[in-house]
């Protein structure tokens, strides 16, 4: 029962965060920004003003898929954003030149979470392998080794914490400085900003309790081994 129980709360938590973060944004995307500039603009304007003049901004695809791509140097705005001319779109647009002026100034942790991605790609593919294995034949060693290959996930996305809480307050920064939102609009592009974080914090909340959880696993194998 526990173990049920165990395993409806880890499939809620990420359910509602995606729940909080669309009900805020489908709020607030609704809600016209003063300065009535699209998503594209608020962008450039950003980038612009912190002589980023080499990193593009291109329209994406699929709802809510904005990203900053470090490689290629581009902001990628889903279509609702990179068209829209609301408080949401605002502060999305701006949360992704967050993360390109991270890349620019060198910013500790962003540099951490690249350097991380080849191994936590690998964590992510073999260590449920690894951990299987070691579970069906009751082999502790090969446990331990998928438990260390999670671990490295489990690092990545909590890397991912600061980097993504940093982007977020120099967004708001931005938006404030360069007037890009009226004062009083402020409040409810942080709210569109926390929904989006929530999404992160329960992605790591999740993946942690299933660290812990493997945790356990290993140490009760190796005391029923003694």
Same mark, same amino acid.
């Given at each position: 029962?526990?173990f049920l129980?165990?395993?409806? *709360?880890i499939?809620? *938590?990420?359910?509602?965060?995606?729940m909080?973060v669309?009900s805020?944004?489908?709020?607030? &995307? !609704?809600v016209a920004? /003063?300065s009535?500039r699209?998503?594209?603009?608020?962008?450039?304007? *950003?980038?612009n003003?912190?002589g980023l003049?080499?990193v593009?901004?291109e329209?994406?695809r699929?709802?809510?898929?904005?990203?900053?791509?470090?490689? /290629?140097?581009?902001?990628r705005? &889903?279509p609702?954003?990179? @068209?829209? @001319? &609301?408080i949401?779109?605002?502060?999305v +647009?701006a949360?992704?030149c967050g993360?390109?002026?991270?890349?620019?100034?060198?910013?500790?942790?962003l !540099?951490f979470r690249h350097?991380?991605?080849?191994?936590?790609?690998?964590?992510s593919?073999?260590?449920w392998?690894?951990?299987?294995?070691g579970i069906l034949? @009751?082999?502790s060693?090969?446990?331990?080794?998928?438990? $260390?290959?999670?671990?490295?996930?489990?690092?990545?996305?909590?890397i991912?914490?600061?980097?993504?809480?940093?982007?977020?307050? !120099? +967004?708001?920064?931005?938006?404030?400085?360069?007037?890009l *939102?009226?004062?009083g609009?402020e409040?409810?592009?942080?709210?569109?900003?926390n +929904?989006?974080a929530l999404?992160?914090?329960?992605?790591?909340?999740?993946?942690v309790l299933?660290?812990?959880r493997?945790?356990? $696993?290993?140490?009760g194998?190796n005391?029923?081994?003694d």
């Amino acid at each position: 029962m526990s173990f049920l129980l165990y395993f409806i *709360i880890i499939a809620l *938590i990420p359910l509602w965060a995606q729940m909080r973060v669309k009900s805020t944004f489908a709020k607030y &995307s !609704r809600v016209a920004s /003063s300065s009535y500039r699209r998503g594209a603009e608020v962008a450039r304007e *950003i980038l612009n003003a912190n002589g980023l003049y080499n990193v593009g901004v291109e329209e994406g695809r699929g709802f809510l898929s904005d990203h900053y791509d470090p490689r /290629s140097k581009t902001v990628r705005l &889903s279509p609702e954003n990179y @068209h829209g @001319h &609301s408080i949401a779109a605002a502060a999305v +647009a701006a949360h992704e030149c967050g993360h390109a002026i991270q890349d620019a100034k060198g910013y500790t942790f962003l !540099r951490f979470r690249h350097a991380l991605v080849p191994v936590a790609n690998l964590g992510s593919n073999a260590s449920w392998i690894l951990i299987m294995i070691g579970i069906l034949f @009751h082999f502790s060693g090969m446990l331990l080794l998928g438990i $260390i290959f999670m671990g490295a996930a489990v690092l990545f996305q909590l890397i991912t914490l600061p980097v993504e809480f940093n982007a977020s307050n !120099r +967004a708001l920064d931005q938006i404030a400085a360069l007037r890009l *939102i009226g004062h009083g609009e402020e409040r409810e592009a942080k709210k569109v900003l926390n +929904a989006a974080a929530l999404t992160y914090v329960a992605a790591a909340a999740v993946a942690v309790l299933e660290l812990l959880r493997l945790v356990f $696993i290993f140490t009760g194998m190796n005391r029923n081994d003694d």
